[in-house]
């Protein structure tokens, strides 16, 4: 059984970093993309990054410039550099991977608070 466990996250005051980091334990085959997403209560959940076929990456404009995502595909482990947070950084991140059969696997989210 695949299960995947973020890590990371914390209280960081405003212009801070974290690295969040998204393991994956049991087998996974084919790894197509690595995505991370965030949420805050009562909104929609936004996708922050994305890493597609280990070379390609999107960004949402929020955090381009800022955020950058990584991945080890030898420890099935990808990874959120997340420098000058922002209070509106403010978010549960969630990781998810999707490989070429169609399979997704969710993690079950890090809280990320940027606040003074």
């Known amino acids: 059984q695949v299960q995947l466990v973020e890590s990371g996250g914390g209280l960081v005051q405003p212009g801070g970093s974290l690295r969040l980091s998204c393991e994956a334990s049991?087998?996974?085959?084919?790894?197509?993309?690595m995505t991370w997403y965030r949420q805050v209560p009562g909104k929609q959940r936004d996708l922050v990054a994305r890493l597609e076929s280990g070379i390609a990456t999107y960004y949402a404009g929020s955090v381009k410039g800022r955020f950058t995502i990584s991945k080890d595909y030898a420890k099935n482990t990808a990874y959120l550099q997340m420098n000058s947070l922002k209070p509106e950084d403010t978010a549960v991140y969630s990781c998810?991977?999707?490989?070429?059969?169609?399979?997704?696997?969710w993690g079950q989210g890090t809280q990320v608070t940027v606040s003074s």
């Open positions: 049991g087998d996974i085959f084919g790894i197509r993309s």
């Open positions: 998810s991977i999707s490989t070429w059969d169609r399979r997704e696997y």
